[in-house]
């Protein structure tokens, strides 16, 4: 059985508007509507990036060179500085791996998220064996929208050579709503 519920006007708690009809099928939405469905309905901007090349590091924090976009809906990622800085203020969610080739044992390898050269998230683990191993890191962040960037920053306690490809070494984000 079917309910129809007919009205041509939705109010808040408040009896302010926030939905009206002309009884035409035309709706208008309240000011406040307007601006939550304009700015509230999409998780942008938002990227995605892997590193096209394997490459080789030293035993330290450093730098992982993600240089091929995936997507970037408001070109805020930097292929070239290798990292992204939003035009818009908020939350955002990050997530990065870093796919090594056999990185020897008993050594400690991470993977971070670093938001103005700073770790807000990492992921770490201890090699066991000498084989390829994916070490990922995710987080949430405040962002500025202005100044702040963030990118991804990996570790292994001897050098490490990650394998390249949008599946193995790969960092992206995007801007969280309704929070």
């Given at each position: 059985?079917?309910?129809?519920?007919?009205?041509?006007?939705?109010?808040?708690?408040?009896?302010?508007?926030?939905?009206?009809?002309?009884?035409?099928?035309?709706?208008?939405?309240?000011?406040?509507?307007?601006?939550?469905?304009?700015?509230?309905?999409?998780n942008t901007p938002a990227f995605q990036a892997y590193q096209g090349s394997a490459s080789?590091?030293?035993?330290?924090?450093?730098?992982i060179t993600c240089n091929t976009e995936v997507f970037d809906s408001n070109s805020a990622?930097?292929?070239?500085?290798?990292?992204?800085?939003?035009?818009?203020?908020?939350?955002?969610?990050?997530?990065?791996?870093?796919?090594?080739?056999?990185?020897?044992?008993?050594?400690?390898?991470?993977?971070?998220?670093?938001?103005?050269?700073?770790?807000?998230?990492?992921?770490?683990?201890?090699?066991?064996?000498?084989?390829?191993?994916?070490?990922?890191?995710?987080?949430?962040?405040?962002?500025?929208?202005?100044?702040?960037?963030?990118?991804?920053?990996?570790?292994?306690?001897?050098?490490?050579?990650?394998v390249a490809g949008s599946l193995y070494t790969y960092f992206g984000g995007y801007k969280?709503?309704?929070?």
């Open positions: 059985m079917a309910s129809i519920i007919k009205a041509n006007q939705l109010q808040d708690f408040g009896g302010n508007s926030i939905i009206t009809s002309d009884g035409a099928g035309t709706i208008t939405l309240s000011s406040g509507m307007n601006t939550a469905v304009a700015t509230g309905t999409n080789t590091y030293g035993a330290a924090v450093t730098l990622y930097d292929t070239s500085a290798y990292r992204f800085t939003p035009q818009v203020a908020g939350k955002y969610f990050f997530y990065g791996q870093i796919y090594i080739a056999s990185p020897g044992t008993n050594l400690t390898m991470q993977c971070r998220l670093s938001k103005n050269g700073s770790a807000f998230a990492v992921g770490d683990q201890n090699s066991a064996v000498n084989r390829d191993q994916a070490v990922v890191a995710h987080g949430s962040v405040d962002l500025n929208g202005s100044s702040d960037y963030v990118d991804l920053r990996g570790y292994n306690s001897s050098s490490m050579t990650t969280l709503i309704g929070v």
